[in-house]
């Protein structure tokens, strides 16, 4: 039974990531991004809801003092 050989596998994964690398690279620059970020910030607007118009506290029974 033959053995596998495993000399040209540094040269073959050392290759690909190499390759991997430089088409990361070439894919970001081709990517157009904002000169400053913090310039353009989203409006957060808060929703009313009915709830919060009203004030209501919830007593539990635990809490109520025993006379």
């Known amino acids: ?6 000399s040209t596998w540094f040269i073959v994964i050392a290759s690909m990531l190499l390759t991997l690398f430089i088409i990361f690279q070439m894919k ?6 904002p000169i400053n970020p913090q310039s353009t910030y989203l409006k957060q607007t808060k929703q009313s809801t009915p ?8 007593y ?7 006379a």
Do not use: A, R, S, V
């Open 1 to 6: 039974m033959p053995q596998l050989d495993t």
């Open 28 to 33: 970001t620059l081709t990517h157009q991004f």
């Open 51 to 58: 709830w919060e118009e009203k004030w209501t506290k919830t």
């Open 60 to 66: 539990l029974p635990l809490l109520q003092h025993l």
